[in-house]
């Protein structure tokens, strides 16, 4: 027999279980049995596994291989010595990785969905993660279902099940058992499947099957997830195969000169191979994946977090953020400020009509401590409320007027009803939008007067709440509920404020100037968006406030023409919400788009960043968006453009140092023979060099703070080039100028007899050490920017000065590194020479700032 055709008591009896649930310890005991509800994911690479693979680089293992030959034919210590620099290198790149890789696995587990589940008779909150077969659980619209689960109970119930079946359209499931055999999970309505999105209703259910013996679970067995390429790591790939051919190229021709000019042909081989390895930047895509990956734990730490790593690099580019009001603008924190009730008509002896409707249609519950539990606007009725009436006459009332049924609020229809035993009668209680409620008012003149009398409130900034009802001899059938809300009497209105989050200004004049545009989207009345649109400076004289209703006429040519003069878009469906995204894409625009529903799914998903809510936000948004924010806070956003902003420019920036530190190698030892010098440098000073020097001051680079005018200049065209803004001309001239002090000190010391390869070694690495100090800022002078400002960085280069002077100074150093201890003399000559560096950088940030 299978789930589906089972009655729910068999089941029970199966499972043993009950309506209660499970008590706390039968489940603890069945997930000792049988583990978590999780899927497993393809066997992580161990440690050592993820070690080797840095080694899996083909010139890589060319040097070991030229490196083992000529120590079997000539010097040993060399091979010794390229073999450990080859290894500390692979060190280097193992524990970077490692640990974006763990930063990674940690935001993972931060989206973690959570369940609200039965157990000794009482509803809790659990993580998905922790349920069990025979677990009862309560499952309501935005969920995504956690486990396969057999339905107890459901009303208006609608599951999209693509994930499984590929079948795009919802499905209405029921709870009744089916007799049918075989039927394909598709084809089982009542049932759900874990991993399918819960995108309308609500239910109860009963738990059949978790983590890997789920449908899903089966299917998939064991789930393959690989990261995605960002598009700035494709772009990379792309360069790094074209410049690696390059190099190759360069260095079989450095190689065939060095042969036929008759030179020992390992060492030839070693130097070209050594060149090679060095020069081609094969690390690069492996290093902006690292950046990224800690770009986003940093980002997690300031509460926004990625769900995509591309969304990193992309979040810099945002032109426009488009963002809900309730709760990412404003505190959702409301409370009622102006309350009028019609006293014309009472059905209760002891309440007045409003108090009734305020007391009933709601789904606000008491805590345990008698403190009111539920959304903000029906929150801030009831707290309202118990101003009016004790605590006692509050819960007297649900007890006496019993719900029956419910027409649950949808965004839509911008209003709720509850239905309510009344004596013998029944009692409709309707509560929305004024104007929703207006239309359906029994006096026409006063349904007038509600329209006019809310505006004026609106225009206050206060969300509007019309409250009415009427009372109906007999309970129809279901289907015949939504015929009930017509012909009511009018009960009254409260207005109420939700007071704008304290730092969402600030961070609004901040996009603004940064030359991103905030758009507010919201359901609430175009009157009350505008005025706290205005408060927060989203609205300005001459923007446009457009309504769901307007748009739904503009042709998508109008809409095109209006679009980028709207601030602020009012009564807008989630629905719509496409429309807009699409609209600003076309004009060119990178939208981030907030949403926390169901229906805001595609919205999110078409989006550049979509932004899903962390703590209002249904599990389909999250599933939906690139971004999460924990604190569903707007001034979030604005941070997260910021650090993602400075991520890329730190990404570009190590991209610059790390190119042109190559380009200046292959000139030296490329130019050196046809100036008729000898070969500068030897094999294990380049890869000492490309090691050391190159290695750690690159890394500490991605630390850098943000520029200080980051947030005052346009965002970045996503599809600009890396090399734009001149960072392809440094890399060339920046590079050429390294070279050339570097040769010309080789002249200059062979000339003087003075020992020229420890300068040439030493000239080449302070060279770089001070390109990198002056590349911190691409603006800002070194001395302003203050030299502690990047510690890291500080540490790094003084590091590896150190280790540079103890490779000139310390003898047994001289012997690994065939180097000669140099007199005062000679090392302030390479010391001048290498701030002729530092110095030319410097001045290219003074002329750059001129010419603009
Ligand atoms: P935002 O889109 O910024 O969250 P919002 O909360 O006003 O704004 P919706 O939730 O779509 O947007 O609500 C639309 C309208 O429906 C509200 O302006 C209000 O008049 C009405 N409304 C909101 N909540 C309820 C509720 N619980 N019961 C009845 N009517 C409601």
Redesign the pocket.
């Known amino acids: 027999m299978n789930f589906y055709q089972n009655s729910i008591d068999e089941l029970f009896s199966q499972l043993k279980s009950q309506k209660e649930g499970l008590t706390h310890s039968e489940a603890a005991k069945r997930i000792q049995e049988i583990g978590p509800n999780i899927l497993l994911e393809k066997k992580k690479k161990p440690a050592w596994v993820l070690f080797l693979a840095q080694f899996k680089d083909f010139m890589i293992l060319i040097l070991a291989a030229a490196a083992v030959i000529s120590g079997i034919v000539g010097d040993l210590t060399d091979t010794i010595i390229i073999l450990l620099i080859i290894l500390l290198n692979a060190l280097l790149g193992f524990t970077q990785e490692y640990r974006a890789e763990k930063t990674m696995e940690s935001l993972k587990k931060l989206t973690e969905t959570q369940t609200k589940v039965i157990r000794d008779a009482q509803t809790i909150v659990v993580p998905s993660q922790e349920l069990v077969p025979g677990d009862v659980v309560v499952l309501e619209a935005g969920n995504m279902t956690p486990a396969d689960i057999r339905l107890i109970e459901t009303f208006s119930l609608k599951v999209d099940e693509s994930s499984l079946t590929g079948e795009s359209v919802a499905i209405d499931k029921i709870a009744d058992p089916l007799e049918k055999e075989g039927l394909a999970p598709g084809d089982q309505l009542n049932m759900v499947f874990k991993g399918t999105l819960i995108t309308n209703g609500r239910a109860s259910g009963l738990v059949v099957a978790t983590g890997m013996s789920t449908e899903i679970g089966k299917i998939a067995g064991l789930l393959q997830e690989n990261a995605p390429i960002t598009p700035l790591q494709q772009r990379m790939q792309r360069f790094g195969k074209v410049i690696s051919y390059l190099i190759l190229g360069i260095c079989a021709l450095l190689f065939a000169s060095g042969v036929a000019r008759g030179e020992d042909i390992f060492q030839v081989l070693l130097l070209s191979v050594s060149l090679a390895v060095a020069a081609i930047p094969e690390a690069l895509p492996a290093l902006i994946t690292i950046a990224l990956s800690l770009g986003a734990g940093r980002l997690a730490k300031k509460k926004a977090l990625i769900r995509k790593l591309p969304a990193v690099e992309s979040l810099g580019s945002v032109t426009y953020i488009c963002t ?5 603008l404003t505190q959702n924190k409301m409370s009622v400020i102006s309350l009028e009730a019609d006293h014309r008509k009472s059905f209760s002896p002891k309440f007045s009509n409003l108090q009734l409707a305020m007391g009933l ?2 789904d606000v519950h008491l805590d345990k401590k008698g403190k009111p539990e539920g ?1 903000a ?2 929150l801030a009725l009831v707290e309202r409320l118990l101003k009016e009436i004790s605590k006692e006459q509050y819960l007297l009332l649900e007890q006496e007027f019993p719900r029956i049924g419910e027409l649950p ?1 949808d ?1 839509t229809r ?3 009803s509850t239905l309510h035993q009344f004596g013998d009668q029944v009692l409709i209680l309707c ?4 104007e ?1 409620i207006s239309g359906i008012l029994k006096d026409g003149a006063l349904a007038k007067e509600l329209t006019l009398s809310s505006e004026v409130w609106a225009e206050k900034g206060e ?3 019309a409250f009415a009802g009427k009372l109906v001899p007999n309970l129809p059938p279901e289907s015949e509920w939504s015929k009930l809300e017509n012909e009511l009497d009018f009960f009254g209105k409260v207005g109420m404020i939700d007071p704008p989050r304290e730092e969402v200004k600030v961070s609004i004049k901040e996009c603004k100037s940064a030359g991103i545009k905030p758009v ?6 175009p009157a ?1 968006a505008k005025a706290i649109a205005a408060k927060v400076g989203i609205w300005k004289t001459g923007d446009l406030v457009l309504t769901g209703a307007e748009l739904t006429k503009l042709s998508d040519e109008d809409f095109a023409k209006k679009v980028e003069q709207i601030s602020v878009y009012a ?4 629905e719509q919400k496409l429309r807009i995204v699409q609209a600003l894409q076309l004009k060119g625009h990178y939208v981030a788009m907030t949403g926390d529903g169901v229906n805001d799914a595609p919205s999110l998903k078409a989006a550049n960043i979509g932004v899903a809510m962390g703590i209002a936000g249904t599990d389909v948004s999250k599933e939906a968006a690139h971004m999460i924010l924990l604190d569903d806070n707007f001034a979030t956003i604005v941070g997260a453009v910021k650090e993602g902003r400075r991520i890329f420019e730190n990404i570009r920036k190590f991209i610059k140092y790390i190119l042109t530190c190559n380009s200046a190698e292959i000139w030296v030892i490329g130019l050196a023979p046809f100036l008729g010098f000898p070969n500068p440098l030897l094999p294990i000073h380049i890869l000492w060099i490309n090691l050391v020097t190159d290695g750690l001051p690159a890394l500490a680079l991605a630390g850098e703070k943000s520029e200080k005018d980051q947030m005052k200049r346009p965002p970045r065209p996503p599809k600009q080039s890396l090399f734009a803004e001149g960072v392809g001309y440094h890399i060339v001239w920046v590079g050429m100028l390294m070279a050339g002090v570097t040769l010309f000190t080789q002249y200059w010391a062979i000339q003087n007899g003075w020992h020229w390869q420890t300068m040439v070694f030493s000239v080449l690495a302070f060279s770089q050490l001070g390109h990198v100090m002056a590349i911190r800022s691409d603006r800002t002078f070194l001395f302003r920017q203050g030299l502690l400002s990047n510690l890291p960085l500080l540490l790094a280069v003084g590091g590896t000065m150190l280790l540079q002077l103890g490779v000139i100074y310390v003898p047994f150093m001289n012997d690994i590194f065939h180097t000669e201890a140099l007199n005062l003399k000679e090392l302030a000559f390479a010391g001048g020479m290498a701030l002729i560096v530092f110095h030319a950088v410097e001045l290219e940030k003074w002329i750059r700032s001129k010419i603009k």
């Open positions: 809900d009001k309730t709760g990412t249609s709601h959304e606007t029906e609020f965004s911008k209003r709720m509560k929305g939008a004024s929703s969300r509007v709440l507010m989207i919201t359901g609430d009345h009350t009564r807008v469906a989630p």
